[in-house]
Structure formats: structure tokens, C-alpha cells
């Protein structure tokens, strides 16, 4: 991993996708695929491997010139966050799927679970080479949360879906491996279902999302948040299920806090863990300052030193325009500068590698 300054700044995993490689209208008025949706891309089917490749690169190359410190492959190759992954596992039928509430309570086409859960082979490892070989900055690969596929999913074979839940962790845990060894730096997993359904999260989520855990010694993030800003509208005055990550083994953290305007007294019982904290609000197109994005991080430092803090985006940058995306990564950058200037002029904080 590279060495990063204090505060450093990533992503929470999407970046805005290009006009010519997604129909970026349809994109925005359907909610998140569950199943395949290969009717978005543009692109013919025998060029769409090459122009994802490119518009990877351009992603990346966003990133670096905002001034990221941790890069992800801006989940360029993805139709949503989880389907790619979900949709590429043995023991579920995608073309004959079921149905399950999305978080707004609102019916989607889901994989139907049909048999035993498996990984036939590492579902993203070429991407992270791909991405590796694109940066020499340290790099992210997010991947979905056990307990959310479970969720994003009608179980017709498990009867149980506790069971589905430790069958989808087995394939996370595997593919979480495969990713440190092929020399990811972070492995984030993405788990807002959890917050959507906080009961069901404590009653076998939380197992699941140890089990996907169980033997990784790299740094590890888990993301939870409210849901795409684009899709729901409505934020809760807090988490539902935050705490309970306390006993986790996960390293990191991810949290939205810019949009809700969270009080961050919620975090009192992580102050072990680095939180990734969300600064950039995705409701809203416009840019914000890097002086205002600056102010939403110093709330957190009556609760954490700098050296446990991440900045980075309320959630994923999908759905804002690309000319807004990479204008929110330069104020987040722009902000973390501001901020260690103060630290070290304040003499609180120099930057110290993580």
C-alpha cells in the first residue's frame, strides 16, 4: 500500500459512468438491478469488455487528477453495485428470477435462489489487476454484503434465510481472499440492507458479515447508508444499525453524514474502528466548497483523532452528472488539504502514513 497523508480521500466505490457507454436516462429511472440489465449498456455486446476498459481508465485518471488517495475502479463494468457479482454465482437462476422488496418497499426482479450458493471462480479479480495496473496509488475493491444478497434475493431452495445468508457469506469470504492476494490494498463491503432492515440484520446479518470476515487479515471496510440519494429521497434522523459493528473484525467503517446531517454522537461506540466518513451530499448536483465540505469533517474530530478518519462520499457517485461527480472528488481533495494544513499548523495532527 502506498504511503497516505493524514485524512486521506476515496471513494465510497461508483463513479458517474460515461453517456456513451450506459444509458445513463434509463440508469436514473428504474431502481437498482438486481438481475442482469444489459439493455442499458450502448455499446455492442462484442466491444463492450473494451469500451468498459476505457472508461475505467478515465475514471481512474478522474480520480488521480481530483486528488484521491485511494482509488477504486469507479465500478465502471457494473450495472449496479451488487448485481454484477450476485448475478455471476452458481446456484441461482437469473434468467427465470424471482421478486423482492427493494428498501423503498417497492417490488424488483431478483436472482431466485435455486440451489446451493457457490463461486465457479473469482468473480473480480481481473478488474483489480486491471486497476492495479492502472495506478500505483493504493486501490479499493468493493464487493456486496452477504446479508444484502440475501435480501436482493427469493430463496427457493435454503427454506431459511439465516442459511442463505451464511451461504452467500462463504463465496464473499472467498472472493475477499482472492482479492488480497491479488494485491488489493482495501476490500470494502457494501451492506445498506442492513440499515434498511436493522432486525433482521442483528438476527443473522451480523453472523453472516463475520463469517464473510472469518480469516482475512487485510484492511477491510463495510459501508452502510440510506440508499442512492438519486433513488430514495427520504433520510432517518440516524442509523438503525450502526453500533452492533463494533465487535466486528472489519477495519473500516464507511457512513453517510453530509445529506442527513447525522449526529455524529451515533459513532461513540466505534471510536476503535477508522470511520470512512461521508462529506459530500449526493442529493444535489451542485459543487459544494471545499471550505463547506471541510466544515462537515471537523465535526468529527471532537469524536476521533484524524488518523482514524477517511474522507469520502455520503455513497456512490452513479448517478450525478460526470462533470458534477469529478467537481464534488476535487472539493473533497481540496478540503482534506485544507484540513491538514490546519492540523499542522495547529500542531494536532501531521501526516502519518496508515
Not at 442529493?283 to 462537515?296: H, I, L, M, T, W
Amino acid at each position: 500500500m502506498a504511503e497516505l497523508p493524514l485524512l486521506p480521500t476515496s471513494l465510497v466505490g461508483s463513479y458517474a459512468q460515461p453517456d456513451w457507454l450506459i444509458d445513463r436516462g434509463k440508469l436514473a429511472d428504474r431502481f437498482p438491478p438486481r438481475v442482469r440489465a444489459k439493455e442499458l449498456w450502448r455499446v455492442a455486446p462484442e466491444f463492450l469488455a473494451q469500451a468498459q476498459d476505457d472508461a475505467t481508465l478515465l475514471a481512474v485518471r478522474a480520480q488521480e487528477k481530483a486528488g484521491l488517495d485511494v482509488l477504486t475502479d469507479g465500478e465502471i463494468r457494473r450495472e449496479s453495485y451488487s448485481n454484477h457479482f450476485a448475478t455471476a454465482l452458481d446456484g441461482v437462476d437469473v434468467d427465470n428470477p424471482g421478486t423482492a422488496l427493494d428498501r423503498s418497499g417497492h417490488p424488483n426482479p431478483v436472482p431466485r435462489i435455486t440451489g446451493p450458493i457457490s463461486r465457479p471462480q473469482a468473480i473480480q479479480v481481473d478488474d483489480l489487476h486491471f486497476l492495479r495496473s492502472a495506478t500505483d496509488r493504493t486501490i479499493k475493491m468493493t464487493v456486496p454484503g452477504p446479508f444484502t444478497m440475501s435480501q436482493q434475493a427469493q430463496d427457493d431452495h435454503y427454506g431459511d434465510p439465516g442459511a442463505a445468508a451464511m451461504a452467500y457469506a462463504a463465496v464473499v469470504n472467498a472472493e475477499i481472499r482472492d482479492l488480497f492476494a491479488a494485491g488489493a490494498d482495501v476490500v470494502q463491503i457494501d451492506e445498506p440492507y442492513m440499515q434498511a432492515r436493522p432486525d433482521a440484520a442483528r438476527a443473522y446479518g451480523l453472523e453472516a458479515l463475520n463469517a464473510a470476515l472469518d480469516g482475512v487479515t487485510g484492511t477491510t471496510a463495510v459501508h452502510i447508508c440510506f440508499g442512492y440519494a438519486a433513488i430514495i429521497h427520504e433520510r432517518p434522523e440516524g442509523y438503525s444499525f450502526l453500533p452492533e459493528l463494533a465487535g466486528t473484525p472489519v477495519k473500516q467503517i464507511s457512513i453517510e453524514t453530509a445529506q442527513s446531517g447525522l449526529d455524529l454522537g451515533v459513532l461513540r461506540d466505534l471510536t476503535d474502528k477508522t470511520i470512512i466518513l461521508g462529506v459530500l451530499d449526493l442529493s444535489d448536483p451542485a459543487v459544494e466548497s471545499p471550505g463547506v465540505v471541510a466544515s462537515r469533517a471537523r465535526r468529527a474530530f471532537e469524536l476521533f483523532p484524524p488518523e482514524q478518519l477517511v474522507l469520502a462520499p455520503d455513497c456512490g457517485l452513479k448517478y450525478l452528472p460526470r462533470e458534477a461527480a469529478y467537481g464534488k472528488m476535487r472539493a473533497l481533495a481540496d478540503a482534506a488539504k485544507r484540513l491538514r494544513a490546519e492540523l499542522r499548523s495547529s500542531g494536532e495532527g501531521v501526516p502519518t502514513p496508515r
